[in-house]
């Protein structure tokens, strides 16, 4: 009797579990996406500036966000957030904290980056963190998304300990070092904005004199 039941259980077992294994993700576009793409790479000329070509290859996250539409499985999921830990630079001074007034000019900076023949950036063109185009931070800026949660007192309710100016400074430069593929720009792996220039929305995010943390 007891042989009989442990054979249904391994032909139980035997059933069940292609059911439960990983299914992979299917490409987005599916069978239309390499000639998607192919459209997509022959609409950039060749004498194109170099810099504007290195926006058509994608890192190991993003193609594998892509592949997992972004909910890539938990195991996979991690070994993306050490994948970006590992790529995060800190300024050489080693402050992490700037100046919140920099920091609020850089917060509310939403345009550059435009590459093109048509509206290009001019040159020296401050690119900012467009913050508020998902947060809402300082009390008196009404217009904010709400993609991100809202930073408002962010300072004043976290606290300005040396781990949470660090945690900042981190999230900022790399969000997929917390969370894989997360809606939140990787801003200082691609250069948006300088260490330097993190340090100063640190600032803004946590000093006490900050607007973000005064009612």
């Not at 920099?102 to 913050?131: S, Y």
């Not at 004043?156 to 430069?173: A, F, L, M, T």
């Not at 330097?196 to 005064?214: C, G, M, R, W, Y």
């Amino acid at each position: 009797m007891k042989l009989k039941i442990a054979l249904v259980g391994l032909l139980s077992a035997a059933v069940v579990a292609p059911v439960l294994a990983e299914k992979a993700a299917e490409a987005p576009g599916g069978k239309y996406a390499k000639d998607a793409e192919q459209v997509f790479r022959t609409s950039f000329k060749a004498e194109n500036p170099k810099y504007w070509m290195t926006r058509l290859e994608q890192d190991e996250t993003m193609k594998t966000c892509g592949q997992y539409r972004d909910n890539p499985p938990r195991k996979i999921g991690e070994k993306l957030e050490k994948l970006n830990a590992a790529t995060i630079r800190y300024p050489v001074d080693g402050k992490l904290i700037g100046d919140w007034k920099e920091g609020e000019k850089l917060a509310a900076v939403g345009t550059g980056g435009h590459i093109g023949f048509i509206q290009p950036d001019k040159a020296g063109r401050v690119r900012g963190g467009n913050c508020y185009a998902c947060h809402q931070l300082a009390k008196q800026e009404v217009a904010y998304g709400t993609i991100g949660p809202s930073l408002q007192n962010f300072g004043k309710i976290r606290g300005n300990s040396e781990e949470n100016i660090k945690y900042v400074y981190d999230k900022i430069y790399n969000s997929n070092a917390f969370t894989a593929c997360t809606n939140m720009p990787r801003f200082g792996l691609h250069n948006w904005v300088t260490p330097e220039q993190i340090t100063h929305i640190v600032a803004f995010l946590i000093d006490p004199e900050s607007p973000v943390n005064k009612d």
